[in-house]
Nanobody
């Protein structure tokens, strides 16, 4: 029903930057709260950032608040994650997700992408 496709991952040096994109197919992208999650090898998936339907409200995990920025362009049906000052600890598969709930949240999302690998070398 709803497809989410992440892109923009890759290998980057510590201290560098990457911008992840998530293209969403579907009729009502603007009705979804969007989020980014990540999962490192052997670790549980963790919340990274979320953005309200309008894009006016954002929420971040404490570990990325200063360094990462989530944004969206509803006309392009795309959500972004700008990642700056990357650390080796940021290495993970990053997933975008969509929620039907009107409330920005850190879990309970309805649709998920396949993920994109981000590797930060030291």
């Amino acid at each position: 029903q709803v497809q989410l496709v992440e892109s923009g991952g890759g290998l980057v040096q510590a201290g560098g930057s990457l911008r992840l994109s998530c293209a969403v197919s579907g009729r009502t992208f603007s009705s979804y709260v969007m989020g980014w999650f990540r999962q490192a090898p052997g670790k549980e998936r963790e919340f990274v950032a979320a953005i309200s339907r309008s894009g006016l409200t954002t929420y971040y995990a404490d570990s990325v608040k200063v360094r990462f920025t989530i944004s969206r362009e509803n006309t392009k049906k795309t959500v972004y994650l700008q990642m700056n000052t990357l650390k080796s600890e940021d290495t993970a598969v990053y997933y975008c997700a969509a929620s039907l709930s009107p409330t920005v949240r850190t879990g309970d999302y309805d649709y998920w992408g396949q993920g994109t690998q981000v590797t930060v070398s030291s």
